[in-house]
Every structure is written in C-alpha cells, then in structure tokens.
C-alpha cells in the first residue's frame, strides 16, 4: 500500500507548484456585453477584442451577450462572475447608475473595479423629416402649448435623463415613450409617429445625412465634426448635456496582480492607433478615461441621476 501512496504523493507535490505559477489568463477570457448582439456597446467588445490580441496574442477572447431590463442582468452577471479574471464586462451610461439609484441592482458601484471608459455617445434631439420644429426653442414652444409624445429608450436611460433635464430647463413636461430600443424609436421619428426623440447620434446619423430625419440639437458642450451644421443646446439657449459612455470593469473581488494586467491590457487598448483608427470608421465616438477618471464620472452621474429619480420615481 505504502509503495502505492508515495508515488502518487510525489506526483501531487510535483504539480502543486505549476499550478502555483500558472500564467494568467489560464483560458477564454469572457467579456460580457449587457446587450443584444449587433448593438453599438456589442460592436465595441469586439473592436476591443481585435486590438487585445496583439497584446495578448496567445489569449482567447469570447462575447457573452446578456440582454434584458436596460443591461442590468448584464452587470450584475458581471458583478457575480467568479473572480479569477476569466470573466470582465461592459458597463454603459446611464443604465449602471439608475438601477443602483432605483434600487434594483443587484450590485453597486464598489462591485467593480473599474478599468476605464472607451467611447461615448453624444445625446441628440431628432424630429420627423416633415417636422415644424426647426429649434429648440421652436420645440420648446410647441410643448407649452399642447401635449407633445417623446420617444426615449426605457425608463432610466441616458435619453431618459436627458429628457427630465429639457423639461425641467425648458419649464415643459413631455408624454414620454418608453421604447425597447433604438430600433423602435427610429421606427417611430421616421414613420411621424412621435413628436420628437432623445436617443444617440449614432443610432440617427445616418438617417439625418440621408434626409429622412431631423436632428435640431446635439447636447454636447461642442458641435460634433460629423454635424458641423448641427448646434448645440447650449448654443440655442439650453444647457442640458448628456451622452452614452462605454467602458469596461471586472469583479472588484479579483487579486490585484490579475488586475493589475487587465489595467496594463486596457491602456494599450485604448491607445492603440489601430483600434483608434477602427473605431473612428466605424463612428464610434471616443471619449478615453482611466479607471479613475471613469469611476469619479460614474459617481457623479449616480449623484445627478438620483436627483431626477427623486423628483419623479421610476
């Protein structure tokens, strides 16, 4: 028996220690995408993927989509994921701070460590083709003198806030729409269904470009390079700003060495000309953060984002 034992004893004292210093990552590193696939947070995990690989050439990266109530099954999979690093995430704005601040989340802020902010996405104001309204002021107009329907993306988004930011600036309160989604408040600004809808340039860019809707504001502190002619709502007299960031976190619960990697690998990412370059033709638009800068900015947007929910709960 004892003949048996000792080689068996030996063998187990031979691996410990390779398994010891195993390199990390030790397999698939999942990025879990709050999401449907084919979206613009979904299009960003994959550009990041295609840069992460000439820095982790022997890593294998895979896109776990999780869609569904406005991203939070995404990022509280995010926050319960096993620590070990094999699994990071995507965090977008405003989502990941409303559900904290409507009590919903499964999840805080202290659940992630935050690896920084890729791109974001301007807020616009888009009408009809067909629209009277040409301005802000012509749409805020407009809003004092009937009940006017503005389609935004669920209950709590970045358009929503956006929204609740016009109304109270502009002294109006809109019959808000609620949609499932870009897809939907498209359908609804070119079929004349709305008045009006908040929602990202991204998702109307082209449709503007093409003539078959009207963007009249872009709320951002400057003009976008892509809609020069396209003023600010400051510009026209409101100052309401808002836009869709994209960034990455993982389990604050991971070892420091794992996160200190993941760090080092976002970084490169993020100044990588070639991803820079990709993600310019494919219009997204960047907006770099750190960790730090992007969990200061999430707090803060906690903090405003509170604010509405306390005046009018969701």
């Known amino acids: 028996m004892l003949k048996r034992i000792i080689p068996v004893a030996l063998a187990i004292c031979l691996a410990a220690p390779l398994a010891a210093h195993a390199e990390y990552p030790e397999g698939p590193v999942t990025i879990i995408v709050p999401s449907k696939a084919g979206g613009s947070t979904d299009a960003t995990a994959r550009l990041f993927i295609l840069s992460a690989k000439k820095f982790w050439p022997g890593a294998e990266f895979v896109v776990k989509n999780v869609g569904g109530s406005g991203g939070q099954k995404g990022f509280e999979e995010i926050a319960a994921a096993k620590p070990d690093g094999q699994t990071i995430g995507m965090v977008f704005t405003t989502q990941v701070v409303a559900h904290i601040v409507s009590k919903r989340a499964r999840y805080t802020l202290d659940s992630f460590h935050v690896m920084g902010n890729l791109n974001d996405d301007p807020e616009i104001v888009v009408v009809p083709p067909e629209s009277p309204y040409k301005t802000l002021a012509d749409f805020a107009k407009a809003a004092k003198g009937k009940s006017m329907t503005v389609a935004v993306n669920g209950i709590g988004s970045d358009d929503f806030i956006a929204a609740k930011k016009f109304e109270e600036n502009a002294g109006v309160d809109f019959n808000l729409m609620p949609t499932k989604g870009s897809t939907e408040q498209k359908a609804a600004v070119l079929g004349a269904h709305v008045d009006a809808s908040f929602m990202n340039l991204s998702q109307m860019f082209a449709q503007h470009k093409a003539g078959q809707a009207r963007i009249i504001a872009i709320l951002t502190k400057k003009r976008s390079t892509l809609l020069p002619d396209v003023p600010t709502g400051i510009e026209q007299g409101y100052p309401v700003e808002m836009t869709a960031t994209r960034g990455f976190v993982v389990s604050a619960k991971v070892p ?40 200061k900015y999430l707090k803060d947007l906690q903090v405003e984002t509170k604010r509405y929910y306390d005046k009018s709960p969701w």
């Open 256 to 295: 420091a060495k794992i996160i200190k990697k993941l760090d080092d690998l976002f970084l490169k990412v993020q100044n990588d000309p070639g991803f820079i370059a990709a993600a310019e033709k494919d219009n997204q638009f960047l907006l770099p953060m750190t960790g730090p800068e992007y969990l």
